[in-house]
C-alpha cells in the first residue's frame, strides 16, 4: 500500500490520469456549454444575464476550496512533515489565484446589469480580493525564497492565518448588509434553486474541477521533474 | 435563434464576455503549464543524455522516476 504513494507509482498514476482527462475533457465542456447557454432558462428576475452565474459560481466555489485545501495541508505538513503535501499546495496555490481572479472578474460583469455598477467595496467583494491577495503573496514567497524550506514555513503561515478569511467570504451575505444574496445552494437544508439550473451549475462545477485536475497533475509533474533535475546535478559532480 | 443566442435580451455582451474570459484565461493557463512541463522534460532528459554512460546507468538504476520521466519524454517525441 506504502508502495502506491511513492514517486515513480504517482508519476504513472499522474501520466495515466492526465491523458484520461484529455480524452473527455473537450466532450463534457460541450455538453455543460449547451446547457450552460442554451438549455438552461432565464431568471424570472435577472433574464439571460443569469448564465454568469454558470461560470461565476464554480470559480468562487473552487477559489474557496483551493485555499481550504492549501491550508489543511499547511497544517498537515506542520505536523507530520510529508515532502508531497509542500509540492501539492505549491501546484494548487496558481490554480486557486486564477479562478479568484476569474470570480472577481466575473462577478463584476455580472454586477453592471444586475445592481448598476462593475464594482462595490461590499464585504463579499473585498474579502475575496483579500483572498486574492493571500494567493499572490503564496506564490511570490515560493518565488523569491531560494531556500525551499524557508519559503515553505513562511507561505504555510500565509495560509493557516489566511484560513480565518474563508468563513469571512462565506457568511459575509449574512454578517454585513451587502450587495450580494445569501447562498441559494445549501449542503444541509434546502436549496432555493430550481433544478433547471442547479443541473448546468452542477456540470459546470465538475468539468471546471476537471480543469484543475489537468492543471494540477500537469504542474505537480514539472515539481517531481524540477526536483530530480535538481538532484541530478549530484551526480554531474 | 442564432440571434437570440448572441443578443441573450439584451444581455449578450455581459455573459459572452464572461464566458469568453473565463475560458481564454484557462486555455493560457493549459498552454503556460504544459509548455512549462515539456521544457522541464526536455532540459532533464538533454542533462541525462550529457551523463557519462556509467552515471546515466546509475542514474537510470537508482532512480524509477528518472526512467519514468525519460521515457514519457521519448513518448511525447
Keep these: ?237 | 435563434m442564432i440571434n437570440n443566442l448572441i443578443n441573450m435580451s439584451g444581455y449578450g455582451i455581459f455573459v459572452w464576455s464572461s464566458f469568453v474570459i473565463t475560458f481564454l484565461i484557462c486555455g493560457l493557463v493549459y498552454y503556460k503549464t504544459r509548455k512549462t512541463l515539456k521544457k522541464y522534460e526536455k532540459e532533464f532528459a538533454k542533462e541525462i543524455e550529457e551523463l557519462s554512460a556509467q552515471q546515466k546507468k546509475i542514474v537510470l538504476k537508482n532512480s524509477k522516476i528518472a526512467s519514468k520521466i525519460l521515457s514519457s519524454y521519448n513518448k511525447t517525441i
Design chain 1, 1 to 237: 500500500m506504502l508502495n502506491f504513494f511513492h514517486n515513480s507509482y504517482l508519476f504513472v498514476l499522474i501520466e495515466k490520469l492526465i491523458k484520461f482527462i484529455n480524452s473527455i475533457f473537450f466532450v463534457l465542456l460541450l455538453i455543460a456549454l449547451s446547457f450552460a447557454l442554451i438549455f438552461s432558462p432565464p431568471d424570472y428576475l435577472q433574464g439571460d444575464s443569469v448564465r454568469i452565474m454558470y461560470v461565476h459560481v464554480p470559480a468562487a466555489w473552487i477559489s474557496l476550496g483551493s485555499f481550504s485545501c492549501i491550508a489543511i495541508l499547511s497544517i498537515l505538513n506542520f505536523i507530520f512533515k510529508i515532502k508531497n503535501l509542500k509540492l501539492i499546495t505549491k501546484s494548487i496555490a496558481p490554480i486557486g489565484l486564477m479562478f479568484t481572479c476569474i470570480a472577481i472578474v466575473t462577478g463584476s460583469i455580472w454586477g453592471q446589469p444586475t445592481w448598476g455598477t462593475f464594482w462595490a467595496w461590499d464585504a463579499r467583494i473585498t474579502s475575496m480580493v483579500i483572498l486574492a491577495l493571500l494567493y499572490l503573496i503564496f506564490i511570490a514567497i515560493h518565488k523569491f525564497f531560494d531556500d525551499d524550506d524557508k519559503a515553505n514555513k513562511i507561505s504555510s503561515i500565509v495560509a493557516v492565518i489566511g484560513l480565518i478569511n474563508i468563513p469571512i467570504i462565506k457568511y459575509s451575505v449574512l454578517w454585513w448588509n451587502t450587495l450580494h444574496q445569501p447562498a441559494s445552494i445549501k449542503i444541509t437544508g434546502t436549496s432555493t434553486i430550481h433544478s433547471s439550473m442547479l443541473m448546468p451549475l452542477l456540470l459546470m462545477f465538475f468539468v471546471l474541477i476537471l480543469y484543475c485536475a489537468l492543471i494540477f497533475l500537469m504542474k505537480y509533474k514539472t515539481e517531481i521533474i524540477r526536483i530530480k533535475k535538481k538532484n541530478l546535478k549530484r551526480y554531474d559532480q
